[in-house]
């Protein structure tokens, strides 16, 4: 059975960069549909970006100038960086796995990381 | 960008109800639309995809109770029996077009 679990600093400054690891045991991450997902309080799912066969990776275009995610197949862990962070990015930060054929389908999820952006 | 929006925001129903939940499409998305479970402190959970398919090798089964339908821009989750733990908030998500988006969500609340 798959597992995701998010790590990473709970607490990031304005204008600082939230970085995040999500580390993959199970399936490899050079298999199926890879993704970063955050939810900030209250409010639906939001969509930062997707990445398939390590390298092909396609961002949310309100967020692509900020955005950053790359894969270390040696560790089997994908990871997200977000620059210039205010409090809006204030969210919990999913990593997730989708199918080996179909974009945008979420089947595994990890637990969940919360970040806050505040000095 | 797709805006979905779902209704109603709230569905107070009691166990053993039916529960029809909507979601509406700011344009044709043919039916690339799943639909995900989400309860306090966890991550949504799959339950139907490509509008009326329930999820298969997810970590739970989905049960037979949860039914999808519709195309275009016009979608609906119906929960035929209501189980005390159907109570939960439910998202509309579509994968026509990225990005891809999701909806508010629909809380279904326990009458």
């Known amino acids: 059975q798959v597992h995701l679990q998010e790590s990473g600093p709970g607490l990031v400054k304005p204008s600082e960069t939230l970085s995040l690891t999500c580390s993959v045991s199970?399936?490899?991450?050079?298999?199926?549909?890879w993704s970063w997902i955050r939810q900030a309080p209250g409010k639906g799912p939001e969509w930062i970006a997707y990445?398939?066969?390590?390298?092909?990776?396609n961002y949310h275009p309100s967020l692509k100038s900020r955005v950053t995610i790359s894969a270390d197949t040696s560790k089997n862990q994908f990871s997200l960086k977000l620059s210039s962070v205010t409090a809006a990015d204030t969210a919990v930060y999913y990593c997730?796995?989708?199918?080996?054929?179909?974009?945008?389908?979420?089947?595994?999820w990890g637990q969940g990381a919360l970040v806050t952006v505040s000095s | 960008e797709i805006v979905l929006t779902q209704s109603p925001a709230t569905l107070s129903l009691s166990p053993g109800e039916r529960a029809t939940l909507s979601c509406r499409a700011s344009?044709?998305?043919?039916?690339?639309l799943a639909w995900y479970q989400q309860k306090p402190g966890q991550a949504p959970r799959v339950l139907i995809f490509?509008?009326?398919?329930?999820?298969?090798g997810v970590p739970v089964a989905i049960p037979a109770r949860f039914s999808g339908s519709g195309s275009g821009t016009d979608f609906t989750l119906t929960i035929s029996s209501l189980e005390p733990e159907d109570f939960a908030v439910y998202y509309c998500?579509?994968?026509?077009?990225?990005?891809?988006?999701f909806g508010q969500g629909t809380k279904v609340e326990i009458k």
């Open positions: 490509d509008a009326s398919n329930r999820a298969a």
């Open positions: 998500q579509q994968r026509s077009s990225w990005p891809w988006t």
């Open positions: 997730a796995r989708g199918t080996a054929a179909v974009a945008g389908i979420l089947v595994f």
């Open positions: 344009q044709s998305i043919s039916r690339h």
């Open positions: 199970g399936d490899s991450i050079s298999d199926f549909y």
């Open positions: 990445f398939y066969n390590s390298g092909n990776t």
